[in-house]
């Protein structure tokens, strides 16, 4: 039986560990707090992130790392990206040389604007056909009720996607392989940047034409980034580009969607982060992301206005005037 490790009892690290299980995996499901880690074990429920969701008895939580990572295949992070780095310094030494490291995150490090693959590398020492990429439209509480969905496993190395795929497939979970890591990470954490920016318009009351324009806009620049970063112009027109943008854009579920609505209400920034209990990436990987454009000489408008808007203050009627006013051009150049 396959043996896996996952790290981080939030939504996405428990519903992630729910669909290994449900394919036939032997889960070990690492948390911070011991006393989550038991409610998950006896009564078989996350209350804190997954409230009502069943988990499966392959499932095992445990604050124990060594123990979390013994005879472990797959090694699933699941943590916020700004503390990975930090988080794995702590893990890596109980992790098999073979054990592939498999990175389920939407962000980019603030300072160093690395890809979570790229910090896993560094971390680990690990080359890239040990380490491997999960992204796609799957929000977290649909996956845990068992909601059909595809995703994507990105890995340098086709067979370790594939022996991944494997892992993960499960009649209502559906992941396709693909071998460009570096697009699968961009699509996934630009989208945050852009579904706060939906948010926003929505919380000023705009409508579907708005929205629309962003989420195509948004695309582009993110495709744009991803060309420049060597990535495949295809990946964005799929499930880890396109797909994960109409979800989360679309989707009350989405933290940064929700986060964006809250600020275009009107709410300030610490308001907004008062009444958000979860991980919303794009609030500081807005940063990364146009730090990254900054390094490849790449314009992000949309990101710029998020960055603006979050961060400095401005206010999100001048932010949207500002990109509407922008000189005309081509759709495509
Ligand atoms: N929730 C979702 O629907 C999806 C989330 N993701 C991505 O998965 C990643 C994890 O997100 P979620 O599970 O949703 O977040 P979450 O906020 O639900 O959970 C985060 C987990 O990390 C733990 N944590 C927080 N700070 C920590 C620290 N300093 N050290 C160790 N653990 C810490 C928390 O206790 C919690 O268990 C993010 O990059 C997110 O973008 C990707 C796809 C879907
Ligand atoms: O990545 C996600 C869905 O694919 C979840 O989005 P949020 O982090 O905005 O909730």
Same mark, same amino acid.
């Given at each position: &039986?396959?043996?896996?490790?996952?790290?981080?009892?939030?939504?996405?690290?428990?519903?992630?560990? &729910?669909?290994?299980?449900?394919?036939?995996?032997?889960?070990?499901?690492?948390?911070?707090?011991?006393?989550?880690?038991?409610?998950?074990?006896?009564?078989?429920?996350?209350?804190?992130?997954?409230?009502?969701?069943?988990?499966?008895?392959?499932?095992?939580?445990?604050?124990?790392?060594?123990?979390?990572?013994?005879?472990?295949?797959?090694?699933?992070?699941?943590?916020?990206?700004?503390?990975?780095?930090?988080?794995?310094?702590?893990? !890596?030494?109980?992790?098999?040389?073979?054990? @592939?490291?498999?990175?389920?995150?939407?962000?980019? $490090? =603030?300072?160093?604007?690395?890809?979570?693959? $790229?910090?896993? #590398?560094?971390?680990?020492?690990?080359?890239? $056909?040990?380490?491997?990429?999960?992204?796609?439209?799957?929000?977290?509480?649909?996956?845990?009720?068992? #909601?059909?969905?595809?995703? @994507?496993?990105?890995?340098?190395?086709?067979?370790?996607?594939?022996?991944?795929?494997?892992?993960?497939?499960?009649?209502?979970?559906?992941?396709?392989?693909?071998?460009?890591?570096?697009?699968?990470?961009?699509?996934?954490? @630009?989208?945050?940047?852009?579904?706060? !920016?939906?948010?926003?318009?929505?919380?000023?009351?705009?409508?579907?034409?708005?929205?629309?324009?962003?989420?195509?806009?948004?695309?582009?620049?993110?495709?744009? =980034?991803? =060309?420049?970063?060597?990535?495949?112009?295809?990946?964005?027109?799929?499930?880890?580009?396109?797909?994960?943008?109409?979800?989360?854009?679309?989707?009350?579920?989405?933290?940064?969607?929700?986060?964006?609505?809250?600020?275009?209400?009107?709410?300030?920034?610490?308001?907004?982060?008062?009444?958000?209990?979860?991980?919303?990436?794009?609030?500081?990987?807005?940063?990364?992301? =146009?730090?990254?454009?900054?390094?490849?000489?790449? $314009?992000?408008?949309?990101?710029?206005?998020?960055?603006?808007?979050?961060?400095?203050?401005?206010?999100?009627?001048?932010?949207?005037?500002?990109?509407?006013?922008?000189?005309?051009?081509?759709?495509?150049?």
């Amino acid at each position: &039986m396959t043996r896996c490790a996952v790290y981080g009892t939030g939504s996405w690290g428990t519903a992630f560990a &729910m669909v290994l299980a449900d394919a036939g995996c032997e889960v070990s499901l690492w948390g911070r707090r011991a006393e989550l880690a038991e409610r998950i074990n006896t009564t078989r429920e996350n209350p804190d992130y997954l409230p009502g969701m069943t988990v499966p008895e392959g499932v095992t939580a445990t604050t124990d790392p060594v123990l979390a990572a013994r005879g472990a295949e797959f090694a699933v992070l699941a943590v916020p990206s700004q503390t990975l780095r930090a988080n794995l310094a702590q893990w !890596a030494p109980s992790l098999a040389g073979d054990t @592939v490291l498999v990175s389920l995150m939407k962000g980019v $490090e =603030l300072g160093t604007a690395k890809r979570m693959s $790229e910090v896993v #590398q560094e971390v680990t020492g690990a080359g890239p $056909e040990r380490v491997a990429v999960l992204s796609g439209p799957n929000l977290a509480r649909e996956i845990a009720a068992r #909601q059909p969905a595809a995703s @994507v496993v990105a890995c340098r190395d086709e067979s370790v996607a594939r022996r991944l795929q494997a892992a993960c497939h499960t009649p209502y979970f559906r992941p396709y392989t693909n071998t460009d890591v570096v697009g699968c990470e961009l699509g996934g954490a @630009v989208k945050n940047v852009i579904a706060l !920016a939906v948010g926003i318009a929505d919380g000023m009351g705009l409508g579907d034409n708005t929205k629309a324009s962003l989420i195509t806009r948004g695309l582009a620049e993110t495709t744009r =980034l991803g =060309l420049a970063m060597g990535a495949d112009a295809h990946t964005f027109a799929g499930l880890a580009g396109l797909g994960d943008l109409v979800a989360t854009c679309s989707s009350p579920l989405s933290r940064n969607h929700t986060f964006g609505i809250n600020l275009g209400r009107g709410m300030t920034l610490q308001e907004t982060v008062a009444v958000t209990r979860q991980t919303a990436e794009g609030v500081k990987s807005c940063e990364s992301v =146009l730090d990254l454009a900054r390094r490849h000489g790449v $314009e992000m408008p949309i990101t710029e206005t998020v960055v603006d808007i979050v961060h400095d203050g401005k206010p999100p009627m001048v932010g949207l005037k500002e990109l509407m006013s922008r000189s005309a051009k081509p759709e495509r150049h």
